[in-house]
């Protein structure tokens, strides 16, 4: 009897030590994020400093390269979460998806590419331009889109007073203007700031700063999704939030050297330079709330550039719910 009693007694620790681990566990999330990018530096601060830890979430991050495979990723179930631009989104609603796809936190508010010459220029207008070999950047995306809503505030036309070449793969542009192709181009750091330590070309303009704040990167996922996994979306919110945070109260040098692991073949000089020309620019949101205004101005930007079908409601594809509750700290 002593026997029986010892085995289950010992059957039920088990078993509640086996309960309470499932329950201990933390809570998967996979991200794709359309590219790696110093512009996303309060994500990689989220994960090196471990707030979505605290928040209880095992957070998988996977480079998914490229808008398209990215929104694939996503619908296919490949991932649960997309960081990417803010115009996939309503171009996933203008193909009529039964499931759509909501933004519900957002990365980065501002553009986060800057216009390089491959001469340096002592004094630069928009002007100069005319007539020049423009190295631009996919058709239809928030980079291309936006460079085109600033030009023709300078009262360009992309297309008629540039030569211009959008046939280039986004990860091959910045070699292909530093192998000679283009008197200009429009790139992202480092390798804006990577192209003026070396030589190869000058920084001009930020389309960042021309552009205004409008929602570039956010992160979003199905709606079915979102329904069915509230709290840990709203854990994952709240750990964007703290890296945000975190990087606003920093130094870029403290913000660069967390970050770092995320970019081994960046020098570290060039890595602080980048952060600090977004800090500066204020292209990091400080929380991760989306706003009407700025989804106004991505769908005037989209109208523009010939990619709106039709304008979408903000309250249908955007829930500041989760950002919200995230910066109230409730």
Not at 127 to 146: C, E, W
Not at 220 to 235: C, F, G, H, V, W
Not at 284 to 299: M, S, V
């Amino acid at each position: 009897m002593k026997r029986l009693l010892s085995l289950g007694l010992a059957a039920g620790l088990a078993l509640t030590a086996l309960l309470t681990g499932c329950a201990d566990a933390p809570e998967k999330i996979r991200i794709g994020e359309v590219t790696r990018s110093i512009f996303y530096a309060p994500q990689y601060v989220a994960l090196e400093k471990g707030f979505f830890k605290e928040e209880g979430l095992d957070v998988e991050l996977t480079t998914t390269w490229g808008g398209d495979k990215t929104m694939t990723a996503l619908l296919s179930g490949g991932i649960d979460v997309a960081l990417v631009g803010s115009e996939t989104s309503i171009y996933v609603a203008q193909q009529g998806a039964a499931d759509p796809v909501i933004t519900f936190a957002q990365l980065t508010q501002t553009d986060g590419t800057f216009l390089v010459s491959r001469q340096k220029l002592d004094h630069f207008s928009f002007d100069q331009l005319k007539g020049s070999v423009f190295l631009g950047q996919r058709k239809g995306g928030m980079p291309q889109m936006v460079g085109e809503y600033v030009l023709k505030k300078h009262g360009i036309d992309p297309h008629a007073d540039l030569q211009l070449i959008q046939n280039i793969e986004f990860k091959n542009v910045a070699s292909a203007f530093a192998s000679g192709t283009g008197a200009y181009v429009q790139l992202f750091e480092p390798q804006a700031s990577q192209f003026e330590a070396d030589g190869i070309g000058y920084v001009v303009a930020s389309f960042g700063k021309e552009s205004g704040t409008v929602p570039y990167t956010s992160y979003m996922a199905k709606q079915s999704y979102l329904d069915e996994r509230k709290t840990a979306i709203q854990k994952f919110t709240n750990a964007i939030y703290k890296g945000q945070q975190w990087v606003a109260s920093h130094s870029p040098k403290e913000t660069a050297q967390v970050i770092a692991p995320y970019f081994q073949e960046v020098k570290p000089e060039i890595l602080e330079s980048s952060v600090k020309r977004y800090l500066e620019q204020g292209s990091y949101a400080t929380d991760p709330i989306l706003d009407e205004t700025e989804w106004n101005l991505l769908q005037d930007i989209m109208d523009q550039a010939g990619e709106l079908k039709q304008r979408v409601d903000y309250a249908k594809l955007v829930d500041t719910s989760f950002a919200k509750t995230a910066k109230e700290g409730k």
